[in-house]
């Protein structure tokens, strides 16, 4: 099977699937923010929670229901910071993956990556992991929400956790843009095998 790529290439492509991967999964996840509410433990993303208080009327008191789940709409996300941190970081694992897919089909036809495109695809992914970690950064903004401060125990605020605590999917989600911008930018610039000139 012919490849357009370079054994840099290669790597490339196979890493710029595992950072896409573990970008998307991270952002998809909604681990993003731990803590408690009503002795049981809850979760944030951006665009997803786990545990969620609920009016009991039988028992005339709040209940906390066990479940995972997105907000019933886009305006149901608890702050505005985090709805621009969905839309900015969602943008970027796009672009992550859309390379990442386009790579891995340069390890099957010839002539699809040259090295010009694989400069291009490269300053994709550093586009992609800047809007991911622009999302990333936006995220402790929205700390300061109603949601959030019944979970951290109403001293959290931007920047200021209280007591909650970033859970995994920040730090998958941050780390796979990380290594998108630092790495595979630089190994896509080698990635394409030199174009051949036909003198017709």
Do not use: N
Request: with cysteine; net charge positive; aromatic share 12%.
């Amino acid at each position: 099977m012919a490849s357009s790529l370079t054994c840099t290439g290669v790597i490339w492509a196979l890493l710029s699937f595992l950072c896409a991967a573990t970008s998307c999964v991270g952002f998809f996840m909604p681990y993003w923010l731990w803590g408690s509410q009503l002795g049981k433990p809850v979760s944030f993303g951006t665009f997803r929670r786990c545990s969620y208080p609920v009016h009991d009327e039988s028992r005339q008191m709040m209940v906390m229901v066990e479940e995972c789940g997105r907000y019933a709409s886009f305006q149901g996300i608890p702050s505005a910071e985090w709805r621009i941190c969905t839309i900015v970081t969602g943008l970027g694992c796009g672009l992550l993956l859309l390379v990442a897919l386009t790579a891995l089909m340069g390890c099957c036809v010839s002539e699809l990556i040259s090295r010009t495109v694989g400069r291009v695809a490269g300053g994709i992914q550093f586009l992609g992991g800047l809007l991911i970690g622009a999302g990333c950064a936006l995220y402790p903004l929205g700390w300061d929400s109603e949601e959030v401060r019944q979970t951290c125990g109403y001293i959290s605020g931007q920047f200021d956790l209280g007591k909650c605590e970033i859970g995994w999917a920040y730090y998958c989600t941050g780390a796979g843009a990380a290594a998108a911008m630092l790495l595979c930018t630089w190994l896509a610039c080698f990635s394409g095998k030199k174009q051949k000139h036909y003198p017709y």
